[in-house]
Every structure is written in structure tokens, then in C-alpha cells.
């Protein structure tokens, strides 16, 4: 694909191929379609969004042949070479994009790239069981619209191209590594050197920031000073670190020495005049003098960077900082981001999703200032009633992606394996015995796995896959008290066993086990991750046990893990499959056991139904609301997003200290505010149109209380302030 540019031909007709193959099943399932009965409709609907699929597929293939297009096949193939060298780093292998990749691609090409597409506005949501590769299919589309950008405005095309949105800091931490990746590969094709295409060079650097809590990233430059000192003159500078940043993302090298050092070279944060810069340590690699990572709130603002990730959550604080209006291209002579993409839909759900909602339809107002709007991606593993789901929170239509097929676990781009073979799911439901009883019963055996399988020669290499056990809790109450089982009852249980099976004693170090909730502070988890990805083949400080609440239910992404105990069932179906969906990512497939308890209704009813529930594991995936306009939810977020508004797009009420400025008197401010009220609850009614007129009604009764609040301000004297704990 790479060499589109250069063997059009050759490439457009291998794209031809995968299209006719996909039009061909396309057209299988239209035949069948009659045979439904009374069902008919609802397969001739499923079949209608095929077809669709494959419509935007052939546009697709069609710009990409046009002779006029010649920039977005550049954009397009530099794209390719990007991928294909962020993948070469880890594989020696040739690498090849999963056709599902490759369809998404071509689905939503082309209303990525034009900004007047009839489906700009489509939010196109990839919905892939976990470890399909829902990252790098989105990631090699954001790639390509960077590319395509630079080539179609020159400079104006730099600044903020792509928003990438997480939930939670865990998730956001890994994909900031597996992101930061292609950046480093864009930004060695662009430069001198052995990887260097001329065609990119001349472009602006390529660049991904993080812009997440400032309990987890320095907020300012001052702040970014103190962070480097504490982690010179920490004595475990991975334990310190407020960079996040742990190992080089191109060369894999870490950052940091093992313990404190007075050599600064072995630190990959260094001074460079006023500025914090992140760089590799080691000397051969291409980013050792400086990373193409910005982590410092204060500098993303400064220079915008091509790829912002950031939690949803950082959004809010737009009412709090107009100069963070930089990265939406506001104030600049950068074009807006003009794609955004929001990994893990399905926890956009409830109080949290009503909130992003709310502050997401000013984001999109922002972001449409300059005349067009963004296209939105979304990915998920695990959702239902999508439709509504999206449409709460963006008040746009959807598009699942792969379309499904007429038969309930086979489309185009998957079916089950024909071996059955797969992660094994096993239910214990002990009915004598105490919970601690039970829990010190079920882990045993499952810790000496990797003795047994050590004792077996045709078993191979699959030792280290079950030495570290994952023991997911619902409370940090239970798993605190397994915390407590593993070193004292679990170990005592597991020496007479050894005597009694003939197996080598194996025992859970208390220093290799570790905890993965809430309480883990920011600067710890990305050497969590660090020592998680130990083998036991290469290391004897590989982890035994990780405790770990619902935090670990997402972006974890460690291939060795295979090896689940479940202490109870969660409170959700998305939960259980995400859960248990971190182990069995590599080549060993993983053993998952879940630990019910009798006494407990949902637990029981879960134990009966045990395999008709796994053999419908998707079915059961319960819908998620939002519901950003309703009465509560207006009266805790409408005002901050008001303010946000406001101070993004009416410069003489930017500064903290001008709300005292606002005159509804003025014909001018009237019309401004008339018109900011009427596009956010346009936004509204898009969304949910019962409740547009009562969100109108609550916003012209924030803006008079704001004008009459004014009044009374200027007419004493006295300042008004958007922040309290600013001056200015």
C-alpha cells in the first residue's frame, strides 16, 4: 500500500480485489434475505448496512484512482510507510493490515479527507472484540489525515490535527507510548537520515502531546523544573516520575536509571534553556537528542502538537484556560483538528458520560468555528443501543463497523475459530465452604500451573504465560483481604500440596505482588506496567500475583498475561468481557476462572447459566444512557460550559477578569450572546429535542443573571472573575 504513489495501478488493483471480495459476500447475504420469513425486514436492514459499507468503500478506492487526487494518494502512501515502520520495530516480519484494518480505512477515507462529505458527520464506530487491532486501525487513519493536511495547506496544515480522547489514566498512559510510536515514524521519514521520503521533507515537525490531570503532568514550565529536580535527587527515579514517560518509544530503551544517579545523561528529561525537553538515552538511537513528546500543559498550549491525547475529563477545564483554545486551532494560523477520535465508547455511560456530553457539544461548536466540522471515530468492544448512545452524546447518526452479517458470529472480516480453540472459561461455586475458604482453594492449584507445566516437556514455552495471576475484585475491600490470603493462607496451603502431588514448591513472594486500583498514584503506574511486562524466562522479579480492581478492565495491553481468577461476577456483561479480555492477548490463549458465591442471588443465577451465557457473552451486554440535558445535569455543567463558550469565542471576555465587561444593553453583545445560545441549544435539540426548549430557557437565565451580576460589579467598582484563585 505504501507504493500506491509510485505503482498505482498495482495497488488500486489489490484495493479492487478486497472490494469485489466484500461485494461478493455482500451480495451472498442479499439472496438469503428471503429466506428469513417474518424476519425479513429486520435482515434485509442488516444487509442494507452492508451494502452502505461497501459503498463508502468503492468512493474509497475511487479517490484514490483519481488522477486529480494525487496529494491524497502521497498522504495516503507516506501513511502506509509510517505504519508499516512503527510495525517493523517490533516484528521482523512483513506486516500486513487485518482485512477488518484495512475496510475501515477505506470506509472512512473519504469523509476524513473532505470536509463537505455528506458523511463527515457520521460518527464511525469500530466495534472489535478486545486485541482485534481497533488501535492501529484508527491510528492509520489519523496518520493518514496528518499526511494529507501538511500536503494540502503547507504550514496552516500543522498544529493540532488529531484529538485522541481516553477515560481513564491507565488506558491513556499505554496508548500515549503505542501512539507516540507512528509519530516517531512520521518524524524519521521527515527528517535526513536512512528512513528520510523526500516527499515529506520540508513538512513541520510531527509531534503527540498528553494533556491529562496535573496531579499526573506538570501544568507549567515552574512546575516541570520542580519535577526533574525530584526525580534527580529521588532514590527510585521510576517511583518519581511525573513525565509518564517511562522507555523510549522508538528503541524501547528506559528512561530513567534503576536507582539514583549522578550521571544526567542516564536521565531522559533534561533542561534545554527554559524549556523540559524528553529524549532517549541511548546514544544510537535517531531521538537522542530530543523525543517528539510534549507532556508539559504549558508548552502544548504554546506549540500546539500534531496528535493530543488527552483524558475527556481535561475538556472541562476549557472554561478555566482560553489559552488551552490553542489546540482547537483557535487564535492561531493552524487549521482546526479535524479529527477526533474516542477510544472505549462504552464508558461513556452514566454521570460520566452525561458530563463529557455536555462539554463535548461545546467542543464541537469550537471546533466548527472555522467553518467546518470534524470528523468523529469511536471504538469499542463491547456496547448496545449504540444509536442513542451517540446520538446523546454528539447528536449524530452512527455507523457500526464491521457491518454484521446474517449469521450471528460470522461477517466478512471474522468467525470463530474452526479448532474451538479459544480462552477457557471455567465457573466454581463452592457450597460448603467460607469465601476466604473458597478463595484460598481456587487460587492454589491455579499458582502451580507453571510447575506442572514446567515438568512437561511438549508444553513449550508456556510457563511464563502462567506464572503471573491476575485476581480481579469488584471492591477494594475483597481485594484487600485476598492481598492478606495470597502470602499467608495461599502459601500454606501450597506446601503440603507440593508434598502430596510431587511438584515443586512454589510460593507467592510478598514483594512481587502487586496492586493495580485507584490508590496507585500517577507517577507508579507506568512502572507497574514496566514490571508486568517481566517475563519469568528472562527475570526472577517477575510479578506472582496482581490484585487488581476495575481499573485493569481497560487498555491493558500485555500479550504474556493468560491467567484470571474472578473474585465474583461483575456488576456489568462489558465489564466481565473487558476484564477478562486482558489475559489471553498473546499466543497462549488463557484460562479464565471466575469464583462465585452461593449465598448471592446474581452470583448463582450466573453459575446455572454458565455456558449459555458464554456461548451469548455479546448478547448480553447491557445498553448504556446519557443524559446530558436532563434537569440535573444542566444545573451541575450548563454554566462552566456557557463559560467556556464564551471565552473561546468572544475575545473581550476572554481574560479573567472581563465577565464585569458583559452588557446585554449593547445591541452587539446581545446579538453575540442571541447568537452562542441559539448554536448550543441547537446542539441540544440534535440530541434530544424534548428537552431544547428548557435548556434554551436555562441558558438566557444564566446569561441575565450574568449580565445583571455585571451591572452590579461595575457600578461598585469591583471585579468579577471567571477563577477565584487567579489574579488575572
Known amino acids: 500500500l505504501a507504493g500506491i504513489d509510485s505503482s498505482r495501478d498495482e495497488v488500486i488493483q489489490s484495493l479492487d480485489a478486497f472490494v469485489h471480495a466484500f461485494a461478493t459476500w ?180 510531527f509531534s503527540i502531546g498528553l494533556w491529562v490531570g496535573n496531579e499526573v503532568t506538570p501544568g507549567t514550565v515552574a512546575e516541570a523544573k520542580s519535577a526533574l529536580d525530584r526525580l534527580h535527587k529521588a532514590a527510585r527515579p521510576d517511583e518519581a516520575n511525573q513525565f509518564q514517560v517511562e522507555s523510549c518509544p522508538w528503541c524501547d530503551t528506559p528512561l530513567l536509571p534503576a536507582s539514583r544517579s549522578h550521571d544526567r545523561s542516564t536521565y531522559g528529561v533534561k533542561l534545554v534553556g527554559r524549556e523540559v525537553v ?41 472554561q478555566f ?33 452525561t458530563t463529557v456530553a455536555v462539554f463535548d457539544a461545546v467542543l464541537q461548536l469550537l471546533l466548527a468555528v472555522g467553518g467546518s466540522v470534524p470528523k468523529i471515530v469511536a471504538s469499542t468492544a463491547t456496547i448496545r443501543a449504540s444509536e442513542e448512545q451517540t446520538k446523546g452524546l454528539y447528536g449524530r447518526k452512527v ?99 507440593s508434598e502430596r502431588l510431587g511438584i515443586p514448591l512454589r510460593s507467592v513472594r510478598a514483594g512481587r505482588v502487586l496492586e493495580l486500583t485507584s490508590r496507585r498514584g500517577p507517577e507508579e503506574l507506568p512502572n507497574d506496567l514496566r514490571e508486568l511486562m517481566k517475563s519469568v524466562d528472562d527475570s526472577e522479579d517477575a510479578i506472582d500475583v496482581v490484585l487488581s480492581s476495575n481499573m485493569l478492565s481497560v487498555g491493558i495491553d500485555i500479550p504474556r498475561l493468560a491467567l484470571m481468577l474472578m473474585v465474583g461476577q461483575p456488576k456489568t456483561t462489558s465489564e466481565y468481557i473487558q476484564a477478562t479480555s486482558r489475559v489471553g492477548r498473546g499466543e497462549v490463549r488463557g484460562i479464565v476462572t471466575t469464583l462465585f458465591r452461593s449465598n448471592r442471588a446474581r452470583d448463582r443465577s450466573h453459575f446455572e447459566t454458565f455456558r449459555g451465557y458464554h456461548e451469548a457473552l455479546y448478547r448480553n451486554v447491557e445498553p448504556t444512557s446519557v443524559t446530558p440535558w436532563s434537569l440535573a445535569s444542566r444545573e451541575r455543567s450548563l454554566a462552566g460550559a456557557l463559560v467556556a463558550l464564551v ?49 434554551q430557557a436555562r441558558l438566557w437565565a444564566l446569561v441575565r443573571d450574568w449580565d445583571r451580576r455585571a451591572a452590579a460589579a461595575r457600578a461598585a467598582g469591583e471585579e468579577l472573575l471567571y477563577d477565584r484563585n487567579k489574579s488575572q
Open 278 to 318: 524528553v529524549h532517549c538515552t541511548n546514544p544510537e538511537c535517531a531521538f537522542h537528542g530530543e523525543l517528539p513528546l510534549v507532556v508539559v500543559d504549558e508548552a502544548i498550549y504554546a506549540e500546539p502538537p500534531t496528535i493530543l491525547l488527552a483524558t475527556v475529563d481535561k475538556f472541562a477545564r476549557l
Open 399 to 497: 455507523a457500526l463497523y464491521p457491518p454484521s452479517g446474517l449469521d450471528d458470529d460470522r461477517t466478512f472480516f471474522s468467525q470463530p475459530v474452526l479448532s474451538g480453540e479459544g480462552r477457557l472459561y471455567v465457573g466454581l461455586m463452592p457450597q460448603a465452604l467460607s469465601q476466604v475458604s473458597a478463595m484460598v482453594s481456587a487460587a492454589s492449584p491455579l499458582l502451580e500451573i507453571p510447575e506442572v507445566l514446567a515438568q512437561d516437556a511438549s508444553a513449550g514455552g508456556t510457563r511464563d504465560a502462567y506464572w503471573t495471576a491476575v485476581m480481579y475484585h469488584n471492591s477494594l475491600r475483597e481485594l484487600g483481604r485476598t492481598g492478606t490470603l495470597v502470602v499467608d493462607d495461599v502459601n500454606a496451603r501450597l506446601v503440603p500440596r
Open 26 to 205: 455482500v451480495s451472498e447475504q442479499e439472496v438469503r434475505v428471503a429466506d428469513f420469513g417474518t424476519d425479513e425486514p429486520i435482515a434485509s436492514r442488516i444487509v442494507e448496512r452492508s451494502a452502505a459499507s461497501l459503498d463508502r468503500m468503492r468512493s474509497a478506492v475511487e479517490l484514490l484512482r483519481d488522477e486529480e487526487h494525487g496529494q491524497l494518494r502521497t498522504a495516503f502512501s507516506l501513511a502506509m510507510g509510517a505504519m508499516r515502520l512503527q510495525m517493523l520495530r517490533s516484528s521482523e516480519e512483513e506486516p500486513r493490515w487485518r482485512p477488518f484494518q484495512l475496510g475501515f480505512l477505506l470506509m472512512s477515507l473519504a469523509s476524513t479527507v473532505d470536509e463537505k462529505h455528506p458523511d463527515r458527520e457520521l460518527v464511525d464506530l469500530i466495534w472489535f472484540p478486545t486485541g482485534g487491532g481497533k488501535t492501529e486501525a484508527y491510528l492509520g487513519l489519523a496518520a493518514i489525515e496528518i499526511f494529507r493536511r501538511r500536503l494540502a495547506y503547507g504550514a496552516s496544515g500543522g498544529g493540532t490535527a488529531v484529538i485522541t480522547r481516553y477515560t481513564l489514566r491507565l488506558l491513556t498512559a499505554q496508548q500515549f507510548q503505542r501512539a507516540a510510536a507512528l509519530v516517531c515514524a512520521m518524524e524519521l521519514l521527515r527528517r535526513p537520515g536512512t528512513h528520510a521520503d523526500p516527499r515529506a521533507h520540508g513538512m513541520a515537525p
Open 647 to 695: 471565552r473561546h469565542t468572544v475575545p473581550a471576555l476572554s481574560s479573567n477578569t472581563s465577565p464585569s465587561r458583559l452588557d446585554l444593553g449593547e445591541s452587539s453583545q446581545k446579538a453575540t450572546f442571541t447568537a452562542l445560545v441559539e448554536a448550543l441549544a441547537g446542539r441540544v435539540g440534535r440530541a434530544e429535542k424534548t428537552e431544547f426548549e428548557d435548556t
Open 321 to 353: 484556560k482560553p489559552e488551552a483554545g490553542r489546540i482547537l486551532g483557535l487564535g492561531t494560523s493552524y487549521r482546526q483538528p479535524s479529527l477526533v477520535i474516542q477510544d472505549e465508547l462504552h464508558l461513556l455511560a452514566g454521570p460520566l458520560g
